[in-house]
């Protein structure tokens, strides 16, 4: 069966950091592109990070660029995402996905959601960012 399954969110005071885990089951990790996304309430879900086959290159969407840093553990079929200086703004469940095309990293990353091709999705994960 196949698991994604997020953990590290919670609360977390304005200026604060947060590091995010995806932790991938029943996948070949090296095979698939992982990435972050996020839905914040009454709004679309959105790209955040997304790193290549195995752990490879970072990329970035406007909201994770500057303030995350994706990166990945080939022996714990995992994928991290550090954010730092966390805003109100930043208040959302946030999305571990794996998909075994690049589009993951690209247009599904660079776009608006709902990514209805997109190949697995964890449960999600809220972050809360309080003043």
């Known amino acids: 069966e196949v698991q994604l399954v997020e953990s590290g969110g919670g609360l977390v005071q304005v200026g604060g950091s947060l590091r995010l885990s995806c932790t991938v089951y029943?996948?070949?990790?090296?095979?698939?592109?992982i990435g972050w996304f996020r839905q914040a309430p009454g709004k679309e879900r959105e790209g955040v990070a997304c790193?290549?086959?195995?752990?490879?290159?970072?990329y970035y969407a406007k909201s994770g660029e500057g303030r995350s840093t994706i990166s990945g553990d080939n022996a714990k079929n995992t994928v991290y995402l550090e954010m730092n200086d966390l805003q109100p703004e930043d208040t959302a469940t946030y999305y571990c996905?794996?998909?075994?095309?690049?589009?993951?990293?690209?247009?599904?990353?660079?776009?608006?959601?709902?990514?209805?091709?997109?190949?697995?999705w964890g449960k999600g994960i809220p972050v809360t960012v309080s003043s």
């Open positions: 996905a794996a998909h075994r095309e690049f589009r993951l990293c690209g247009f599904y990353l660079l776009s608006p959601g709902p990514y209805r091709g997109v190949d697995f």
């Open positions: 029943g996948l070949p990790f090296g095979d698939y592109y």
């Open positions: 790193i290549g086959k195995g752990g490879g290159f970072g």
